[in-house]
């Protein structure tokens, strides 16, 4: 893949945009929302990164990762036009079909908004098929949150409910948003389980404290979505290190519900 | 040997082994210690390391010339590290890396109680690391004569005879990391070899990859080594790993003189530097 | 197929192996050498030792190298060029010596790459792999092969096993296409099966445990205090996961001198601390009791449940390799006994 554009988000996190060298190869490649995609910075290694765009969006994929390890800074320091890696699609999608004629719940944290992105915009593509959109995003700081421009268009929709936090303590004079940690704002919306499907994305901390308030309010653990982080380097099922109870997270994830969560061992 | 000393020593044993069990039931019972670090029966006649808090177990203990795995080496896992006082039956090799740890500042003199053992199997209480340090000046922990033997055999090749031999043995290794696991002065939380950034060792097993790890352990340990010969015997495939570091320790004494293991505050050879040091290029 | 019989004698055996390296074919054997016996590619016969109960090492390093090259790299200015491996490298290759355990291994380790996705490197690597296997005569206190289902003349996973039966005769059966390619091609070296009972030539393994529901028996246990007091003496080595015929955890690395290079897999293992950190510095498994724990379960609770067979052949390799004495076998007991 060549890199199309760059984007700096936020400190220590970019998006590319990603064009296939091979024109027929592209317009050949589709993928479902929710899977992910091994990346190459050739020399270095690979790194396994959702694909951040929506299956709508044809002429190009984006990711968006933070930089942090050995393969992850080589990416980031790609320039526009270099060539990187790409293997995938790999993983299961979410079932935005089933959701049809439902209310749908997106509850991020920090950098897991781009797996909810990616089905934020899958189903904004069909908006007259889900009633009521709700978004809760929340990161530590203004600064970090991401996809600072579509939140600023999610915020104009009159048809998306946009709800962004900081941690407390961290606001600026200048944010208008709400103040306090994701589970907690959650807890404060009250939103209503009424036909309602929830998808929460956050470090595992942030999503024990959802579940937890969803539970509360109502909600059925099999309308209760969630992406799994665990280590990959395959990405289809061979190499074990993602391996969780019976499943691979890379093959029979990384989407589940928290009823499937349940029957797992909690190592992830 | 005689019927009658064979009996001899077996009984010598068996009273050794009561003092050993009843020392280690009492310091359980005062709360002198929270849990004790000993040998016990394994399979097959051999023997494994036993971690005993309740003090109704101590009957599990034993001691005899089958003990010779390095029991120093779960001192820093953090399974055992949290508790607050720990007991550990120790024969030359474990002592010696006592010493050694605590002149790292990984081992702090009021957590540990040594339950130690002397050359006859009779047991002897150490009060602290000065009394150690005592102990240690007048026992030494010699290499075995079969060891000496290949060392010395190894000094008379040529470098490339030297290299070819190594060549062989680290065609067989695996990268399994048994050598650097079971060493008790291999303690990094992250070993040189899991840092990527930058990659100095190359992970895979190759010759390449193999000569790396082998060299960077030894480098790693000069100065530190105390002997006890665990990595050799830990290897699966017989590679005797510990000859590397045997020659390590052997290349210090002779050019420094210290040997590690002997001086609870001995600091660290290879980079400590003083005034009075016999290279000049730091002047 | 049905099984088929056939007799050979020594000397017309180690005729057999030695045609079958002038024709090409390499041969992976146990070799006795440094006080150990480990299987090598053998240049003739009479470098076969069978002064083994098992061998150190499995054959698994010829279906799934310690080290194997996955594609080449070349980069340059405005492109980058991947080269992949030739399979035309993989010559044709006969396992001898491999025991009944060693072949339900492979047919594990089959079925784990096959499953799914099919893995090309291990399937082009076992399409020209042929496994003769010898049946056991001795056993040691480690091996518990016949309390995992098989024994010590089961056929399964072999293309040919061989039992030593009267006058340094073999008996020979053939469970496979690839077993009668070898007696077809290299006829003339065997004769008529005897009408004999192979079993009176086999070493009996006495039953050490119960396996039978052992995979609904362990559901219960993922907390139980019995994981951390079985491994405190685990000091986390790979020697476990590298010595089992069926461990095939494997990592994924860029190997590379300026702008050329290799992407390869070697082999890992679910033991050492790091396999499952997260760049976080969250780690799933970060202590050594819940990763003996993760070694036990995968291959008696997870495996059964996604392939429908224990991930483990009873061979006792694991447990003669561990420095620290972690038998398998008797941790097993243990764990039926006590969960």
């Not at chain 3, 039978?212 to 019995?226: N, T």
């Amino acid at each position: 893949m060549r890199v199309d554009k760059i984007i700096e988000e936020a400190p220590f996190i970019k998006t590319f945009h990603l064009k296939f060298i091979d024109e027929e190869q592209g317009n050949k490649f589709t993928f479902k929302t929710g899977q992910f995609a091994e990346y190459s910075a050739f020399g270095e290694g690979e790194s396994t990164f959702c694909i951040a765009s929506s299956p709508t969006t044809t002429d190009h994929i984006e990711c968006t990762f933070r930089y942090a390890g050995k393969v992850t800074t080589a990416l980031a320091m790609k320039a526009e036009g270099d060539i990187i890696g790409f293997r995938g699609p790999y993983g299961n999608c979410f079932p935005i079909h089933e959701w049809k004629g439902k209310n749908l719940l997106f509850v991020a944290g920090g950098i897991a908004l781009p797996p909810m992105r990616s089905v934020i915009q899958n189903c904004l593509g069909f908006r007259d098929d889900y009633k009521k959109i709700t978004i809760l995003y929340g990161a530590k700081t203004a600064d970090d949150l991401v996809y600072k421009d579509e939140l600023r268009n999610w915020e104009e929709r009159t048809d998306i409910d946009l709800i962004t936090t900081v941690d407390p303590g961290r606001e600026t004079p200048a944010w208008k948003g709400k103040v306090g940690f994701v589970p907690k704002i959650l807890q404060d919306i009250e939103p209503s389980a009424e036909n309602t499907v929830a998808i929460v994305c956050g470090p595992p901390i942030m999503i024990k404290y959802s579940f937890a308030v969803l539970d509360k309010l109502g909600f059925d653990d099999k309308n209760v979505y969630t992406t799994l982080e665990n280590r990959m380097k395959c990405g289809f099922g061979k190499c074990g290190r993602c391996n969780v109870g019976k499943i691979f997270v890379c093959k029979d994830g990384p989407v589940f519900t928290y009823k499937q969560l349940k029957e797992l061992p909690m190592e992830y | 040997m005689t019927e009658i000393s064979k009996v001899e020593i077996q009984i010598a044993e068996d009273k050794n082994k009561i003092v050993l069990q009843n020392k280690a039931k009492e310091l359980l019972q005062n709360k002198a210690v929270d849990i004790i670090i000993g040998y016990g029966e394994g399979t097959d006649n051999t023997v494994h390391a036993v971690f005993i808090t309740n003090p109704d177990n101590t009957s599990e203990l034993i001691y005899d010339e089958r003990c010779l795995q390095n029991l120093a080496v779960y001192l820093l896992k953090a399974e055992v590290r949290k508790f607050t006082k720990i007991g550990i039956i120790a024969n030359i090799a474990v002592m010696r890396t006592i010493l050694q740890l605590a002149s790292e500042n990984q081992l702090k003199e009021e957590k540990i109680v040594i339950i130690g053992i002397t050359a006859d199997g009779s047991l002897k209480e150490f009060s602290g690391f000065n009394e150690l340090q005592e102990y240690i000046q007048l026992n030494n922990l010699d290499i075995s004569k079969e060891d000496q033997e290949i060392l010395n055999r190894l000094d008379s090749m040529t470098a490339e005879e030297r290299w070819n031999y190594w060549t062989e043995q680290f065609s067989r290794c695996n990268k399994c990391y048994a050598c650097r696991a079971a060493c008790p002065l291999c303690y990094c939380n992250r070993c040189q070899v899991e840092y990527n950034q930058p990659q100095i060792i190359t992970p895979e097993s190759t010759t390449q990859g193999n000569f790396e790890w082998h060299f960077m352990r030894a480098m790693h340990l000069a100065g530190r080594c105390i002997e006890c010969g665990e990595c050799g015997r830990a290897c699966s495939v017989n590679i005797p790993v510990h000859l590397l570091t045997f020659k390590m320790s052997q290349t210090v004494k002779n050019t420094f003189g210290i040997t590690a293991g002997t001086d609870a505050k001995l600091g660290s050879v290879m980079s400590t530097f003083k005034p009075d040091d016999k290279e000049n290029f730091i002047q | 197929m049905d099984i088929t019989r056939h007799l050979i004698s020594k000397e017309k055996l180690s005729s057999l192996i030695g045609k079958c390296m002038e024709d090409g074919k390499k041969v992976y054997a146990p070799v006795k050498k440094n006080n150990l016996v480990n299987f090598a590619f053998i240049s003739s016969f009479q470098e076969i030792t069978n002064d083994y109960i098992n061998t150190v090492q499995s054959a698994k390093p010829v279906l799934f190298p310690k080290a194997e090259k996955l594609m080449e790299i070349k980069m340059s200015k405005d492109n980058i060029e991947l080269k992949s491996r030739d399979k035309n490298l993989i010559s044709e290759t006969i396992v001898y010596g491999s025991r009944p355990c060693d072949a339900t291994g492979i047919n594990i380790l089959n079925k784990m790459f096959t499953a799914g996705i099919t893995d090309q490197l291990f399937a082009e690597r076992f399409a020209k792999t042929t496994l003769i296997s010898v049946s056991c005569k001795k056993c040691d206190s480690k091996c518990f092969c016949t309390s995992m289902g098989i024994n010590p003349g089961n056929t399964d996973g072999s293309d040919i096993l061989l039992t030593e039966v009267e006058n340094g005769n073999y008996l020979v059966e053939i469970m496979t296409d690839k077993g009668q390619k070898i007696i077809s091609s290299y006829q003339s070296y065997f004769d008529k099966a005897p009408d004999i009972n192979k079993d009176k030539y086999l070493v009996d393994v006495p039953v050490a445990f119960e396996l039978k529901g052992f995979d609904e028996k362990i559901k219960d246990a993922f907390d139980s205090p019995i994981w951390l007091e079985q491994s405190m003496r685990c000091i986390g080595c790979g020697s476990c996961a590298y010595a089992c015929p069926t461990c095939a955890c494997f990592d994924i690395q860029d190997s590379f001198n300026g702008q050329e290079g290799q992407r390869k897999r070697n082999w890992d293992s679910c033991g050492f601390s790091m396999f499952t950190l997260h760049s976080s510095g969250h780690n799933p498994r970060e202590v050594q009791s819940k990763r003996w724990r993760q070694r036990i379960l995968h291959k008696f609770q997870y495996m059964p449940e996604q392939f429908q067979l224990f991930g483990c052949t009873g061979c006792g390799r694991c447990s003669r390799s561990c420095p620290t004495d972690m038998n398998i076998k008797e941790h097993l007991i243990n764990l039926i006994k006590n969960i």
